[in-house]
């Protein structure tokens, strides 16, 4: 693939990176979703978007991305999941936890970001 390939590729509206990909595996598997765990372990192992012959970490799996075609249900149902995370992880005083928040804020973001392109 070359350069400009690639780049019209990540333009597009269902692409996510690696670590929000694993993030979500992760919580998942904790609440045990196994139905969403198999979707994104399958976008883990299809849908991977080949970096270009002369990208400079070609190897390096954490920066890749990855072609997200779950249908419109199964994203909010990771919405839905990230939001109710991070309004338990504000504090009594309604204070974000600052590393908790912030993950499944921005993490939400990233899946927001995807069901609103579509």
Known sequence: MDTKEYKRIMNEDNILDFCTISDTLKILRLIKKVDLIIELERILEKNKIEKPFLHNKKDDYTTGFY????????????IDLFFELEAESLKTDLEPAITTSGFYATTLDKWNNLLEDR
């Open 67 to 78: 072609k997200v075609d779950l249908d419109k249900n199964q994203i909010e149902v990771i």
